[in-house]
């Protein structure tokens, strides 16, 4: 299986801060592609909202009937509705690409932030100030045929991090 194709932007705000994003989600970039993103989002707000409706209606916690699917939320048992209605809120909630950065600033540290595997996760920060950095290497290593980058950050003695932070 082929790895997710990678892209890779920089940003540098100022001369003594840089950030490095990867990214395996396919940015958008003509009018086709752009209304396909926005007709999956919208698809998938709704597909929540009708999900989350439908167990309300299971709870009878809604006055409203709409019909075929108050009739159909009835008639399913608890046993068959639980599961695909937390399954569909899975994939519903499911972010589908993976995104890391690095910030660097000069003389303050380095922030490595992660996205989360679902839309309603926050993403996870972490700082590490340059104090408690002893030393950072990057290293290549080879897997099929590309090269594949990692990048090693060792903490000073006695900071309580662990040796390799990132």
Do not use: N
């Not at 003594?16 to 752009?34: D, G, H, N, Q, R």
């Not at 839309?119 to 920060?125: G, H, V």
């Amino acid at each position: 299986m082929a790895p997710p194709h990678c892209r890779l932007s920089i940003k540098a705000p100022s001369p003594t801060t840089i950030e490095y994003t990867v990214s395996t989600a396919s940015p958008p970039e003509e009018l086709p592609s752009y209304c396909l993103h926005y007709l999956t989002i919208l698809i998938r707000i709704i597909s929540g909202i009708l999900i989350l409706y439908a167990l309300c209606e299971k709870l009878a916690m809604t006055p409203l009937a709409v019909g075929l699917l108050s009739d159909w939320v009835r008639d399913v048992s608890w046993g068959r509705f639980a599961p695909l209605a937390a399954a569909a809120l899975f994939l519903v909630t499911r972010r589908w690409h993976s995104e890391e950065s690095l910030l660097v600033l000069r003389t303050l540290g380095i922030q490595t932030t992660t996205l989360s595997s679902s839309y309603l996760l926050p993403a996870t920060t972490r700082f590490i100030p340059t104090s408690q950095i002893r030393d950072t290497f990057i290293h290549e290593a080879f897997r099929g045929f590309e090269v594949r980058f990692y990048l090693f950050s060792f903490s000073a003695q006695g900071t309580g991090l662990g040796d390799v932070i990132i």
